[in-house]
């Protein structure tokens, strides 16, 4: 069983910025696929971004150049950085992670297919 403990969640005004953290039970090299995922109480998740096991980076159109994921292999985190951050980012935001075989592309426009453990959330909330 893996755990997921999102972290670094907080309120924020129209360009500011956050570092949200996701600590991992296990190694961050044994998922072969890590996702940031958003949701808005009453709307369908969204894929925010996702990353394979060889590093390779995906993001959606709406986050692209202003958000970055990264990884320490050491630490066992995974982090999404928040730049120029936006009212329309205002979520939850969890981590994920598929212990198989999950292409990116896949699971940044299927909400998520193919990732098997998730994390409890953080709240992101950017105000104009």
């Known amino acids: 069983q893996v755990q997921l403990v999102e972290s670094g969640g907080d309120s924020v005004q129209f360009g500011g910025s956050l570092r949200l953290s996701c600590a991992t039970s296990?190694?961050?090299?044994?998922?072969?696929?890590i996702g940031w995922f958003r949701q808005v109480s009453g709307k369908q998740r969204e894929g925010v971004s996702c990353?394979?096991?060889?590093?390779?980076?995906f993001y959606s159109d709406s986050v692209k150049g202003r958000f970055a994921m990264s990884s320490d292999n050491v630490k066992n985190m995974v982090y999404l950085q928040l730049n120029d951050l936006k009212p329309e980012d205002t979520a939850v935001y969890y981590c994920?992670?598929?212990?198989?075989?999950?292409?990116?592309?896949?699971?940044?426009?299927?909400?998520?297919?193919?990732?098997?453990?998730w994390g409890q959330g953080t709240q992101v909330t950017v105000s104009s």
């Open positions: 994920a992670v598929a212990v198989s075989p999950a292409p990116c592309v896949v699971v940044i426009q299927t909400d998520g297919r193919g990732l098997d453990y």
């Open positions: 296990g190694s961050v090299s044994d998922y072969y696929t």
């Open positions: 990353m394979e096991s060889d590093g390779r980076t």
